[in-house]
């Protein structure tokens, strides 16, 4: 039997505002501007925010549920993304970090629910 898949269908849209576009999920809609050091408006969120920020929310949701499937009181999770990147060239990432902090369990469980994340 061939294996189900999910398909995420988002869209982006340019506005006539150089450096800036509408983005459209289902029926939610952001706006996203280029930075103004490269020569967007720099008012909205940048495309490098909205990619780290679908980063670490993944994260968070993804521990928030591993930690309700195997039963751990976990009562919080809060993550911090920073995207390394060079002022030459921004569009590369040369590092990211990543830093949870989870309420709720031991130090041994936080690790255990945040080392589960990284290798999914």
């Known amino acids: ?13 340019s506005t006539g505002v150089k450096g800036r576009c509408i983005t459209s999920a289902r029926t939610n809609h952001w706006v996203i ?3 103004a050091f490269h020569g967007g408006p720099g008012e909205e969120v940048t ?3 909205v990619f780290l920020g679908g980063v670490i ?3 968070v949701l993804l521990v928030e549920s591993f930690a309700a499937k195997d039963g751990k009181p976990l009562s919080s999770v809060k993550g911090i ?5 060079k002022k030459a060239d921004p569009s590369w990432f ?12 031991d130090a041994k469980g936080a ?4 080392e589960r994340f990284k290798s999914s």
């Open 94 to 105: 040369v590092g990211i970090e990543l830093k949870f902090e989870l309420a709720g369990v």
């Open 57 to 59: 929310g993944c994260g």
């Open 47 to 49: 495309p490098g925010e």
């Open 1 to 13: 039997m061939p294996e189900e898949l999910l398909v995420t269908d988002v869209r982006s849209t």
């Open 33 to 35: 501007d280029e930075p």
């Open 81 to 85: 993304i920073k995207g390394i990147r």
């Open 111 to 114: 690790e255990a629910l945040v």
